[in-house]
């Protein structure tokens, strides 16, 4: 699922209600600049009813190489989306986060 779709601004992605409720997820990010953004800082976000969002990676991450994977388990949630709180420092570099889920 495409959460961030190229953006060079801080936002929250697009959220998806899965129908159930899975608690495993992964959180793949890419730059379109082929160099790590050291300034650049993702996160998580899940909710149980779609209205209250929580950053379930504990952190944001930053200093992420573009096509890196993040791994979260043990978090519930029914709805998911990707957060860019700091946006990539080079002009021009845009960022996309696909998000897999897992029962």
């Known amino acids: 699922m495409k959460s961030i779709d190229g953006v060079r601004s801080t936002e929250a992605g697009t959220e998806f209600f899965l129908g159930g409720t899975y608690s495993d997820w992964g959180l793949q990010v890419t730059l379109s600049s082929s160099s790590k953004s050291a300034a650049a800082v993702f996160a998580l976000q899940a909710s149980l009813n779609g209205t209250d969002w929580q950053t379930i990676t504990g952190s944001t991450w930053q200093n992420i190489d573009s096509g890196s994977i993040i791994w ?20 021009g570099n845009l960022a996309s986060a696909w998000i897999a889920a897992a029962p």
Do not use: D, E, F, N
């Not at 978090?75 to 946006?87: D, F, G, H, M, N």
């Open 72 to 91: 979260v388990t043990g978090k519930p949630a029914s709805y998911i989306r990707a957060l860019q709180a700091v946006v990539p420092p080079t002009t």
